[in-house]
Every structure is written in structure tokens, then in C-alpha cells.
């Protein structure tokens, strides 16, 4: 237990980022025989989104990406020591992240060795939020972080989830499953 409260120290560290929506997730070495993924847009990427949304007439898209400085994922792939390092490991981050006051809205978990999912937010003092942070560990014992920075208005989440639920049954596409056929007499 002691060598993975040590090994989780530097993320920890980090983690009080000047940004109080970001967590620093990026010192999660990978194991020798796994593999790591990282993607870090930046906030001249996140502007250059925004322009490409107004431009193709997706407004509340725009605003919501103006109000983000940085989209981090990092996925390692399993540890050496397992499944169980990686679950202890993301553990602990979720510890400090509740530590640091961010809130977990949401949790899944299948049965035991199965998948583990948590997302937790930052809100400001005018409760909007101003970061999103998942961890997750699959049954392999890989692990996925990704950090939303910024402003995340719910109103402004809301009416792009509406938005794009009503573009996709204009194409046809249907928000449910179909119903099921009816058996043949």
C-alpha cells in the first residue's frame, strides 16, 4: 500500500494545478510491456474548434468550446503488478480529487473485475463548472483519464445535447432502439 500512496504522490502533487479545473493525470507512467496514448488539445486547437463550429453554423457548440482551455486523455495500457495496481492507483485519484472538492456525478461499475468508470466535476463560486474529469480502469487493467478545463456552462451543455439529438433524427437517425417486430401469426 505504501508503494502505491508512493507512486501516486507526483499526480497527486500535481493535481493542484493553477487552473482549477485540471488535473495533471500525465505522470502515470506506463507499464514496460504496456503502452501509452496521450492527446493534449491545447487551447489554440479548442479556438480553432470554435471557429470551425460557428463557421458551419453550430453556435452553441462555439460557445461552449470558447469557454475551454484544455482537453487532456491519457490511457495507459495494464500495469506490470495487474489489475489491482491499476484500480489502487485510480483510487487514489479519485480520493483527491474529492479532497480537492470535486464532485463525482456519476459511477459505473460492473461486477467485480469488471469495468470501473467515475466522473467527477469542479464547480466555481457561482456553480458553474469549471472542470470534468473521468477515470476508468477496464478488466484488463488499463486506464483512461480525460481532464476537461474550462467553463462549462450546463445550460450551454444542455442546448447543444438538444441540438444535435434533433440533428440526428432530421438524418434519420432515431435517439432509441427501434421497437421490436412484431411475431408473425
Known amino acids: 500500500a505504501l508503494v502505491l500512496a508512493a507512486l501516486s504522490l507526483p499526480v497527486l502533487a500535481s493535481a493542484d494545478a493553477a487552473d482549477p479545473g485540471e488535473v495533471d ?6 507499464s514496460a510491456q504496456g503502452r501509452r496514448v496521450e492527446i493534449d488539445l491545447s487551447p489554440g486547437l479548442l479556438r480553432l474548434a470554435a471557429k470551425l463550429a460557428a463557421w458551419r453554423e453550430q453556435p452553441e457548440a462555439a460557445e461552449l468550446l470558447r469557454g475551454l482551455k484544455r482537453v487532456r486523455v491519457h490511457v495507459t495500457g495494464p500495469a506490470g503488478a495487474g489489475r489491482a495496481d491499476a484500480v489502487a492507483r485510480v483510487g487514489a485519484v479519485r480520493e483527491h480529487l474529492a479532497r480537492q472538492g470535486w464532485t463525482r456525478v456519476a459511477a459505473v461499475s460492473e461486477r467485480a473485475g469488471g469495468e470501473d468508470v467515475d466522473v467527477h466535476v469542479k464547480t466555481g463560486p457561482d456553480d458553474g463548472i ?3 474529469a473521468v ?3 477496464d478488466r484488463r487493467g488499463e486506464v483512461v483519464f480525460v481532464n476537461v478545463v474550462g467553463r462549462i ?9 438538444e441540438r444535435l439529438d434533433l ?3 432530421r438524418r434519420g437517425h432515431r435517439r432509441s432502439p427501434p421497437e421490436p417486430a412484431a411475431k408473425p401469426s
Do not use: I, K, N, Y
Not at 493525470?25 to 506506463?30: D, I, K, Q, T
Not at 456552462?153 to 445535447?161: E, K, R, S, V, Y
Open 167 to 169: 440533428e440526428l433524427r
Open 135 to 137: 477515470t476508468a480502469v
Open 25 to 30: 493525470f500525465a505522470s502515470f507512467a506506463p
Open 130 to 132: 469549471d472542470g470534468l
Open 153 to 161: 456552462d450546463p445550460a450551454q451543455l444542455a442546448a447543444l445535447a
